[in-house]
């Protein structure tokens, strides 16, 4: 059994899973998965209810839209409730209508790079053609393993 907790970027909502490596974790470049996070895809994992603990206040909001049909395919038309944190926005748990046993946990919000890699991945052709190959890129500023720490490095 391993412990982690996701957080949104504040710290006032966490996750914290007490359990085994989760069964699935999957990759996805649907579309939806790309509005809600801003990046061409996300990766997630299923993590069943009772090993989780959910600390702190949670603002939601229902894919698709309730009476309102998906205008696309994506991972989660058969409906989702996100739970976001209401002082700094991030996305870090959501309900799944077609799995009430499990909470799907954004596996970026651990922060943790020993997190176990997806094993499913989804929605392929709805991704960049580029997003997976990155050290094919032709990067005219070259390729800098960039981390935070020195100056100099690429700017966003």
């Known amino acids: 059994m391993t ?16 359990g085994p490596d989760p069964a699935r974790i999957s990759l996805c470049q649907c579309f939806e998965c790309q509005r809600r996070t801003g990046s ?54 959501w309900d799944i209508d077609a799995a009430p046993d499990l909470f799907g946990v954004a596996v970026g919000g651990f922060t943790d790079p020993s997190f176990p890699p997806p094993m499913i991945a989804g929605f392929e052709d709805d991704g960049a053609s580029w997003a997976l190959n990155v050290s094919e890129l032709p990067m005219p500023g070259g390729h800098h393993h960039y981390d935070g720490t020195s100056g100099g490095g690429p700017r966003a």
């Open 40 to 93: 061409v895809f996300s990766v997630q994992a299923r993590l069943p209810v009772e090993h989780v603990t959910i600390d702190g206040r949670s603002s939601t909001w229902r894919f698709p839209i309730t009476g309102k049909p998906a205008e696309f395919r994506s991972c989660d038309s058969g409906g989702a409730t996100y739970h976001f944190c209401p002082e700094c926005g991030s996305t870090v748990y």
């Open 3 to 18: 412990t982690r907790t996701s957080q949104c970027n504040c710290g006032q909502l966490s996750v914290t899973y007490d």
